[in-house]
Structures are given as C-alpha cells and as structure tokens.
C-alpha cells in the first residue's frame, strides 16, 4: 500500500519545483507540471518571441521561421539562458546556411501585461539574450 | 518466476480492468511524443486494449510511465500538465498491479493524485498568480482564445465584429505610440457575468474536490466527491478544450468507485464519452451557426 503513494509524492515534488522555476526562470506558470494553466494570462499566448540579426551593413529583425518555431515555443515557456541560447545559436546556423551575413543575435522574449479593470495591453521584456557569432554570450534578466 | 511478478497481476485485477482499458483508451485518443516514443505507446496501448494479460501486465504499465515521462523530457518544457497526470498515473497502476489486490492502492493513488492536482491548481489561481482572482483571467481569456469564441457568443450575445473589435482592443502598441480613433471594449453584463462565473465557479468547485480528495474522511462524503469531480468534468470540459485532462480526471474517479456501485460507474462512463463527442463536436459553433440561420 506505502507504494500507492508514490505517484503523488512525485507530483508534490514536481509541482514544487515548477514554483520555484516559475519564479527563478520565468517559467509560465502554464507548463512544467504545477498545474497553473487557466490561472494568469501569462501563458504562451501571451508571451512571444523577437530575433533581431547584426553585421556590418545589416541590422535586422527576423520573423520567426517555421522550421525554428518550436525552439522559440520552447523559448517562451522557459526563457532561461540555455533555451535561449539554443535559439540564437539556430538564428545563427541558418543564416549561415542562407549565406546571409550574421555577427550576432539578440533573442527577445516579451510578454503581454493587462492592466486591472481597464485590461489595456502593454508588452514587457522579460528576457533577452545575445549570441555572438564568433564569441561569447550574454544574457539580460527580466 | 521474478519475470512472473512484473508479467502477471499480483492479484486480484478484474475490477480495475474497465480503468486501465479507458486510460489506455486515451493513450490511443491522443497520441504523443516523438517518433521514438509515439509508435512504441501506440502499441501497448492497442495490445492492453485486446490482450487482457497485456492489460493486466504491471510491466506494461510501469513501461507506459517511463515512455509518457520520456516524451515530458524529449518536449521539455511544453507538454501540459495532464501529461504529467498521466506518466504519475501509469506508474500508480503499474505499482498497483503487484499488489494481492488491485483496487485499494489503486484507488488510494487516484484519490491523491486527483485531490493534489487540484490543491495545486487552487493555489496558483489563489494564491500564486497576479491575475486571477480580480478577474483579469477569464475577461481576456474569453475575448482572446479562439477556441472560447462560440461558447461567448452563444452564452454573452456579443457579435463576431465585437469579438474582433475586442480583441483589437487587447493588443499591445509599440511604446510610445497613441491611437488616433482607440477601439473600444464591448464588454455586456452577460459577459460580465460569464467571467465572473467561470472565475469564482471554478475557483469554489476546485476548492470543494481538493478538500474532498484530501481530507482524511471516507465514506460519509464520498458521494459527494464523486458528484463534485463528475460535475467538474461535465462543466468544464463542455467548454475547455483539453480533454485528456477531463478523461483521465473521470478514469481517477472511476478507480475509486466499488464494483457493485454500478450508476455511478455508469455516470463516469458516459461523461468520458460525453468529453469525447465535447471535444469532436464544436457544438457552440454549430448552435450559433443555427440561431443566426434561424433570424
């Protein structure tokens, strides 16, 4: 009988740590098994991704391809470093493929905030991170 | 004789049988996973579905966690929460499959999972999230999901064009910029009242079944448990459109019920069912549909 208790001490400790992970690294509170999904509007849907490329003669904002849209899925549910450096580090490999000249590239993650009673919408960084074709990285907290 | 242990049930597992074909009916409703997991799920799903030692195997079982814990992991971190569900409660069956009798530790996994699953979905909405209980949520959820369209123009009488104009009305501008003519909020009393309903009717209902699943009181309120979690799967997943959720909370409940409670197995089979055609048939659509033909 004490082992029909393991399922649910696992979904405590799980739950847990997606609390401490909402909090830590932006997580939306909709994923990682913590059971917030229809509690906030700060889910996925209201949280999206800006790719922005630069080299000498190119600054540029991308849309996001659809070959890399489940990176930037990714990115938005969990906007931490490494998520974000995946995506930049995508940005980066097809642009070269596409023999279009990339030194770096910024990730954004932005969500959309309403405001009480009045619900007007505004966007707020949450996350941005850079990605040097030929160097480091660096990343912004929210 | 070790394989037989992980092969064979440890026990009795006839009255646990209808629970495992539904869950592992759900595993086929909605496959999941990458290529390397899907087919593998998809198969022993299918073969507990017709092969009744398959079904009755706690191996399979504790494989069909292992798999639905690898997709978790290969989707990192956009699988929904059931998903998790579902990986707990396969490995709650497997376990319960070695036991001398099925049903009671079965039936105390699903009692738990169900009342913990709820406890944590009550304290985001309560307690952890910024936007919920002053009814940010639903507002612009209704306004904003497509998937909530017809429902809110069947239940609140708002047009297409004032579900278009709203939702205009919900994007953000670029800092800085103004509007010269800014699209207003249609926002009537109905609407209101829909909001504000799903906001605090689902906030009391998940209360009500957390403490209910919970709370160490058994047979004096387990009608009442069973009514609470039927009447939030009937409600809720008429509306929300994630019925693995609705299938494997009603699988849960169904797991707690005695073999002899025979209406009330009855009632968690026909809402499974009901979740089903909930989920094919977009019967809000359809009903506007009908009544704007009908003017």
Known sequence: MALALAPPALLVVVACVQIVLTHRTGLTPWKGGGFGMFATTDGTQFRYVRL????????????????????????QALPSTGQLERLARAVAAREQRKRRPAETVRVEVWRIDFAPGTLQATSRLL?????????????TGR | MYMGKWTRPGGEAA??????????????????GPWFIKPVILLLAGLALILPQVLRAPAIWLALALLVAGRLLADWPLPDN????????????????????????????????VGLAFLFALLWKAVLSPDYLDGRFFR?????????????????????????????YLQ?????????????????????????????????????????????????????????????????????????FGWLLLVMGLAQCNPEQRLLRFAYILSYFLILLFSEIPWADLLVQGLEGAR
């Open chain 2, 82 to 113: 059931h998903i998790y569900l579902l990986a707990y409660w396969c490995l709650a069956a497997g376990l319960a499959l070695r036991a001398p009798d099925v049903r009671p530790p079965l039936a105390l996994s699903a009692r738990l999972l």
């Open chain 2, 172 to 244: 953000p501008l670029p800092e800085g910029a103004e509007l010269l003519h800014p699209p207003l909020f249609v926002e009537p009393p109905a609407f209101r009242w829909l909001a504000g309903s799903a906001t605090y009717g689902m906030l009391a209902l998940e209360a009500a079944i957390a403490m209910l699943y919970l709370l160490p009181w058994h047979s004096r309120f387990e009608s009442a448990r069973h009514v609470f979690l039927l009447a939030f799967c009937v409600l809720t997943y008429a509306f929300a459109p994630v019925a693995g």
């Open chain 1, 52 to 75: 922005f490329v630069d080299a000498p003669d190119r600054s540029e904002e991308l849309d996001v391809p659809p070959s890399l849209e489940e990176l930037a899925a990714r990115a």
């Open chain 2, 15 to 32: 009255p646990a049988e209808l629970v495992l074909r539904l869950t592992a009916i759900e595993l086929l409703l909605r496959p999941m």
């Open chain 1, 127 to 139: 996350q941005q991170h850079q990605f040097h074709v030929h160097g480091q990285m660096d990343s």
């Open chain 2, 140 to 168: 612009v959820t209704l306004m904003m999901d497509d998937r909530f369209a017809g429902a809110v123009m069947l239940l609140t009488g708002l047009s297409a064009e004032q579900l278009q104009q709203n939702r205009n």
